[in-house]
T-cell receptor, first 116, second 114 residues
Framework: AQSVTQPDIHITVSEGASLELRCNYSYGATPYLFWYVQSPGQGLQLLLKYFSGDTLVQGIKGFEAEFKRSQSSFNLRKPSVHWSDAAEYFCAVGTLGQGGSEKLVFGKGTKLTVNP | EPEVTQTPSHQVTQMGQEVILRCVPISNHLYFYWYRQILGQKVEFLVSFYNNEISEKSEIFDDQFSVERPDGSNFTLKIRSTKLEDSAMYFC????????????FGPGTRLLVL
């Protein structure tokens, strides 16, 4: 069965420091991978996605993620974190359902705290 | 930029009551989804919908749940007889294509069943 693991439940970094959030997936076919961010009381905003091609993908707000097939990973990175990046981050894998539609399987999320 | 909207943002109901959660997907999208997130847990897929039919549903989506596209813009999730364990944040999402397409999420409806 498809699954996504985010091993870090909570990460705290200082403003200006670099950030890496880990994501490992399990999916039999070529994965479609996503990172979403959820600010407190808000919905899920798409940060970036990987469908194919270049394994380093750029997203909004200065985030990037690298797909590594050999490690089944899709880690999210940002070189310098801003206080406004404090939120919960979800990694997801898209899986094709029976009717041809896609459903997303999410990880449990990583809560990011940014210290001033 | 077009976005998915959901109403209400919060709903409190008594156990056993029916609730209808409403969503307006992005206008040119054809595929619609409901997900839920119980407090402190991961976001879970409930159902996908296309061409006025359910494409896929999870084991969570039992007979108490139903979805409908009553007109050209709204997409609803009905829970017929709410249980305490239905308390969660419910997200609607839409995508313009099937298969490998990006899903865009609404802000969610927080449902509290007392």
């Amino acid at each position: 069965a498809q699954s996504v693991t985010q091993p870090d439940i909570h990460i705290t970094v200082s403003e200006g420091a670099s950030l890496e959030l880990r994501c490992n997936y399990s999916y039999g076919a070529t994965p479609y991978l996503f990172w979403y961010v959820q600010s407190p009381g808000q919905g899920l905003q798409l940060l970036l996605k990987y469908f194919s091609g270049d394994t380093l993908v750029q997203g909004i707000k200065g985030f990037e993620a690298e797909f590594k097939r050999s490690q089944s990973s899709f880690n999210l990175r940002k070189p310098s974190v801003h206080w406004s990046d404090a939120a919960e981050y979800f990694c997801a894998v898209g899986t094709l359902g029976q009717g041809g539609s896609e459903k997303l399987v999410f990880g449990k999320g990583t809560k990011l705290t940014v210290n001033p | 930029e077009p976005e998915v909207t959901q109403t209400p943002s919060h709903q409190v109901t008594q156990m056993g009551q029916e609730v209808i959660l409403r969503c307006v997907p992005i206008s040119n999208h054809l595929y619609f989804y409901w997900y839920r997130q119980i407090l402190g847990q991961k976001v879970e897929f409930l159902v996908s919908f296309y061409n006025n039919e359910i494409s896929e549903k999870s084991e969570i989506f039992d007979d108490q749940f139903s979805v409908e596209r009553p007109d050209g813009s709204n997409f609803t999730l009905k829970i017929r007889s709410t249980k305490l364990e239905d308390s969660a944040m419910y997200f609607c999402a839409s995508s313009e294509d099937e298969g490998r397409a990006t899903q865009y999420f609404g802000p969610g409806t927080r449902l509290l069943v007392l």
